[in-house]
C-alpha cells in the first residue's frame, strides 16, 4: 500500500473528476471541507475547487474507513493523529533557519481533458 505522502499534490481535478472517481458527492465533500477541514483545495479566480491526487487518495482512505462502520468524526480524528505524528517525526530535531523561504508563485492553469483536469502552463 503506497503512503499518501507518495501521491502528487498538484491541483488539476475538479470536484466533479473528485465525485466521478471517489463516489463522494460533492455537497459531502464541500460539508466535509468545512466541518472537519479535512481538504484544502485550490480555488480559482471563478471559485472553483481544484484537487491533487493526494486529495482523492485521502478521500477514499476516508470513505473506506467510513464505509467499514467508522463515524466521519473519528476518521478524520484518526487522520490528524497520523498527520500529527509524522510532523513530529518530520520535526524532531528542526532548527528554524536565519530567512524564511518563499515559494515561488504559482503558474497559471490551463484545462485538460474537458473540464475534468487542469495542469500549470509554463512559460515558453
Not at 480559482?44 to 477514499?60: F, K
Not at 467499514?68 to 478524520?76: D, E, H, L
Not at 504559482?106 to 485538460?112: D, N
Request: proline share 9%; hydrophobic share 35%; net charge positive.
Amino acid at each position: 500500500m503506497s503512503r499518501i505522502d507518495n501521491f502528487p499534490i498538484e491541483p488539476e481535478f475538479t470536484i466533479k473528476a473528485v465525485q466521478n472517481r471517489t463516489g463522494i458527492k460533492p455537497v459531502t465533500l464541500r460539508a466535509w471541507e468545512r466541518r472537519y477541514d479535512l481538504l484544502e483545495p485550490v480555488r480559482m479566480p471563478n471559485g472553483y475547487r481544484l484537487y491533487s491526487e493526494r486529495d482523492i487518495q485521502l478521500l477514499m482512505w476516508v470513505q473506506r474507513r467510513v464505509n467499514s462502520g467508522i463515524s466521519i468524526s473519528q476518521v478524520v480524528q484518526q487522520f490528524n493523529q497520523i498527520r500529527e505524528r509524522r510532523m513530529a517525526r518530520k520535526h524532531s530535531g528542526f532548527q528554524p533557519c536565519q530567512t524564511a523561504q518563499t515559494s515561488p508563485p504559482s503558474p497559471p492553469l490551463t484545462r485538460l481533458r474537458g473540464n475534468d483536469v487542469w495542469r500549470p502552463r509554463f512559460a515558453q
